[in-house]
């Protein structure tokens, strides 16, 4: 390719590419925004109440920047999930408004994130008209994200820990790009602090009983997310155990120089 025509070439496609990322994304928070209309209509908003306003607001804190994972295609896969899981739920309603609360406030460098997406539910579900009982319950789930451990015959908070959850089940791709999403949304800690953190995270997932209390979870996506979580442990100890090798290894040469230069 001639060089003096290489950059218009670029310059054409680039919009093209661009275009047709925005208006995908568009499309998909449109939809997001259509669900959660649909959501807040039957969980008893009253028709003198305008959920539009908080379908934006919560759609642009789950654009916020600092997001690599938990952005607005978490949200869609987890609302997408208790789909999976509806007849499970005794309030899907409450299921679904938790799912949307559940990371609305989202900093990674703060372990208050799910205390703060509660009060914001408290707070919001109050203003649009929610039932006092749903609007306490959707708190309740949402601060249940906290350690994913729903008491046995809490149905509501087994299918949304479990959708929240799936996506340890994915394919190895899908868990790699997870997996990568995390890191990246961690990406101001040091690698050594980061691996030691993920791996106690790892551990305790993989110590757990169950990962999944539904009964649709633990049949699909308990074999697959235990076998991830195994793989992704074994690949961070042995990423450790090499930063180790190569740190005694400068030790070493460093010991060499001095005995040289002494």
């Known amino acids: 390719m001639d060089s003096d025509t ?5 310059a054409a496609q680039g919009p093209a590419r661009g275009s047709a990322q925005d208006s995908a994304r568009d499309a998909a928070a449109a939809r997001l925004r259509s669900r959660w209309l649909a959501t807040a209509a039957s969980a008893g908003t009253p028709a003198d109440r305008d959920p539009g306003p908080y379908a934006d607001r919560l759609l642009a804190a789950w654009s916020e920047p600092q997001r690599r994972y ?11 999930r208790t789909d999976v899981l509806a007849a499970h739920a005794a309030d899907r309603a409450a299921v679904e408004l ?3 609360f559940h990371d609305a406030v989202y900093r990674p460098d703060r372990s208050e994130n799910e205390e703060r997406s509660a009060a914001l539910a408290e707070r919001a579900l109050r203003e649009l008209g929610i039932p006092e009982d749903r609007t306490a319950e959707v708190a309740r789930l949402v601060r249940l994200t906290t350690t994913h451990d729903p008491a046995p015959g809490d149905a509501n908070g087994e299918v949304l820990c479990d959708a929240d959850l799936a996506v340890l089940a994915g394919d190895p791709d899908a868990y790699a790009a997870y997996a990568a999403a995390v890191r990246a949304e961690y990406g101001f800690v040091p690698d050594d602090a980061f691996r030691a953190g993920r791996a106690a995270v790892l551990r305790q997932l993989l110590d757990l009983p169950r990962l999944f209390r539904t009964p649709y979870g633990a049949a699909h996506w308990e074999a697959p997310a235990r076998r991830n979580l195994a793989a992704e442990l ?11 090798q190569a740190d005694q290894a400068d030790q070493a040469d460093q010991a060499d120089q001095a005995d040289q230069a002494g």
């Open 6 to 10: 290489a950059p218009d070439t670029a």
């Open 98 to 100: 938790a799912a949307w």
């Open 70 to 80: 938990h952005t607005t295609a978490h949200l869609a896969d987890v609302l997408a």
């Open 234 to 244: 074994a690949s961070l100890t042995d990423q450790a155990d090499q930063a180790d």
